[in-house]
T-cell receptor
């Protein structure tokens, strides 16, 4: 079974703190994603990576950055957390290239509260 | 660009009753379609997918969905629900020629099964 592991299930941070959310997948997937989930808004893509050190902005990248130094690991960084970044963050991975049909494999989520 | 509309944000239903969760999409080209399920405090997992071929797709836990190209719909059905089906359900669409980052999610339908 594909496993996508997010390092923290619940985090509480203060405004202005730097926040790291870590995600590791064990299926040798080329693609990795960070989504934000808010009630009534579904999932919105923050950043996408299709290879090591390669990334693309998603629909809501403002206030976030990402790092992919190894194929299996994709990190989301909030340089200076703000209260409007309180949300559920979901990491996902998928096959790349011709093997990709759009199916994603998700981690269990990281619920971030910024006070 | 494609879009997805989930017509009901909340669907309450009694145990052992049938249920239909509605999903409509807009796209001028061929698409892949997905239903994901999210149980409380967990990430999303794939319920079923339509890639090509038969328009009636069977998924896990007794769910099925029918792709209707003329009505641009992909409604999810189950003939008899259980308490354990209580979860949030997300419809998603991606154009076949698009990239992996172009998966678009609906806003979700909360299914609550009542005893």
């Amino acid at each position: 079974d594909v496993k996508v592991t997010q390092s923290s299930r619940y985090l509480v941070k203060r405004t202005g703190e730097k926040v790291f959310l870590e995600c590791v997948q064990d299926m040798d997937h080329e693609n990795m994603f960070w989504y934000r989930q808010d009630p009534g808004l579904g999932l919105r893509l923050i950043y996408f990576s299709y290879d090591v050190k390669m990334k693309e902005k998603g629909d809501i990248p403002e206030g976030y950055s990402v790092s992919r130094e190894k194929k299996e690991r994709f990190s989301l960084i909030l340089e200076s957390a703000s209260t409007n970044q309180t949300s559920m963050y979901l990491c996902a991975s998928s096959f790349g290239g011709g093997a990709n049909t759009g199916e994603l494999f998700f981690g269990e989520g990281s619920r971030l509260t910024v006070l | 660009a494609q879009s997805v509309t989930q017509l009901d944000s909340q669907v309450p239903v009694f145990e052992e009753a049938p249920v239909e969760l509605r999903c409509n999409y807009s796209s001028s080209v061929s698409v892949y379609l997905f239903w994901y399920v999210q149980y409380p405090n967990q990430g999303l997992q794939l319920l079923l997918k339509y890639l090509s071929g038969s328009t009636l797709v069977k998924g896990i836990n007794g769910f099925e969905a029918e792709f209707n190209k003329s009505q641009t719909s992909f409604h999810l059905r189950k003939p008899s629900v259980h308490i354990s089906d209580t979860a949030e359900y997300f419809c998603a669409v991606r154009v076949r020629s698009g990239s992996a980052r172009q998966l678009t999610f609906g806003s979700g339908t909360q299914l609550t099964v009542l005893p």
